[in-house]
């Protein structure tokens, strides 16, 4: 029986949507009862978690944190004990000097067109040094990796675009939203707000472009009496610390309401309660909270930048991400309609999403899979 290594270091919400695509994918895998030996590369915190969903899957456990030097030693270390014919990593981080079989799931160049100190938490000093290990970690996992999966075109046109490797290489596999977002039933323990307002759920990394999206709210509740407020779901970390600040300079508190990540179920009922799910980010490889959104049955306000036009399809109403007038003038729009008109545009985003599964995208994985071990 062959041997399989997924990397899972990155496993569950608290990683955004890294950790929701691991979750996710190898769960869906799990589902299908493969024919194969699988290791799972773990970090200890979610040990316990995951011998319990998955029982059948074997588990290494890597004290190595993400990006460090360290992961550069361990992980190689804990996969020549394991002995894999083929190992997956669910992100680019790749070890360099790493060179037995392994396939890669890249998510996003975003690094490659967002750069600067404002897109980091490290310092000055060492900031030019961890970039550097970025381009050169990538490198490594486009060029020595046998297959690549990509969650849309446009992140295959980008890889396609900055490094030399056939367009046969990489595959599509889309993310999906999980089932529990698509069930009709909220059980959530989370009272939603009692005043009108739009979701976001994400990080607040600079290519998210929130304040441009805070300044349109602003500007709508002052024109508009419904007293609208922009909720935003992201992490506690050095990005959050920032946009609260960039928020008092703003003078806009009263028009924000920041919430920290939350179970699946609250989250659900934040969107399904909402006018509309909002984002104007400017890079996006896929755009995840949209189809959950969807999947919650509340309509999705998008830029039209990268990949969100692709994976929304008709059913987002979209926006110029950098025309201040254009993100004010679609939320009034949304405002604006009727019960038939809103019923009509959730019931073509719900159809939309049930279109994606993650049984499809692990049938399509384990098929890459085969590819590579010549079975």
Not at 13 to 42: E, M, V, W
Not at 59 to 80: D, G, K, M, T, W
């Amino acid at each position: 029986m062959k041997r399989i290594v997924l990397d899972c270091r990155f496993w569950g919400p608290s990683h955004t949507g890294l950790g929701r695509y691991t979750q996710s994918l190898t769960s869906a895998i799990y589902q299908l009862k493969p024919n194969y030996d699988i290791h799972l590369l773990i970090n200890p915190r979610s040990r316990r978690f995951i011998r319990r969903q998955l029982p059948q899957f074997k588990l290494a456990i890597c004290q190595s944190r993400p990006y460090s030097f360290n992961e550069q030693l361990e992980i190689p270390r804990v996969l020549n004990q394991i002995q894999p014919d083929l190992v997956h990593f669910l992100h680019f981080n790749v070890p360099i000097f790493y060179s037995d079989p392994f396939i890669v799931t890249i998510h996003d160049l975003i690094k490659h067109h967002s750069k600067g100190l404002t897109t980091t938490t490290r310092s000055i000093f060492t900031y030019p040094l961890k970039r550097f290990g970025y381009f050169l970690a990538v490198r490594h996992a486009v060029n020595q990796s046998q297959a690549i999966l990509t969650p849309s075109q446009w992140v295959k046109k980008d890889i396609l675009k900055f490094y030399p490797v056939k367009s046969s290489k990489i595959t599509l596999t889309p993310e999906a939203a999980a089932q529990s977002y698509l069930q009709t039933t909220i059980k959530a323990k989370l009272k939603p707000p009692s005043y009108p307002y739009l979701i976001y759920v994400g990080n607040a990394y600079p290519h998210k472009n929130l304040i441009q999206l805070i300044k349109a709210v602003q500007i709508v509740a002052q024109t508009d009496t419904k007293n609208l407020k922009l909720v935003i779901v992201t992490a506690r970390d050095v990005f959050y610390q920032r946009l609260r600040q960039q928020i008092r300079q703003l003078k806009a508190q009263s028009v924000v309401k920041i919430k920290g990540f939350t179970s699946d179920a609250d989250l659900k009922a934040l969107y399904h309660h909402s006018q509309a799910f909002i984002t104007a980010s400017l890079l996006e490889g896929f755009g995840l909270p949209g189809f959950e959104a969807m999947a919650s049955k509340t309509l999705v306000l998008s830029s039209n930048r990268a990949s969100l036009p692709e994976v929304y399809a008709q059913a987002a109403i979209y926006f110029n991400p950098e025309n201040l007038d254009d993100i004010v003038n679609k939320i009034k729009k949304v405002l604006s309609f009727d019960q038939v008109q809103r019923q009509k545009r959730l019931k073509k985003g719900f159809q939309h999403v049930q279109t994606y599964s993650w049984e499809k995208t692990a049938q399509q994985t384990l098929k890459i899979y085969e590819n590579c071990l010549g079975l």
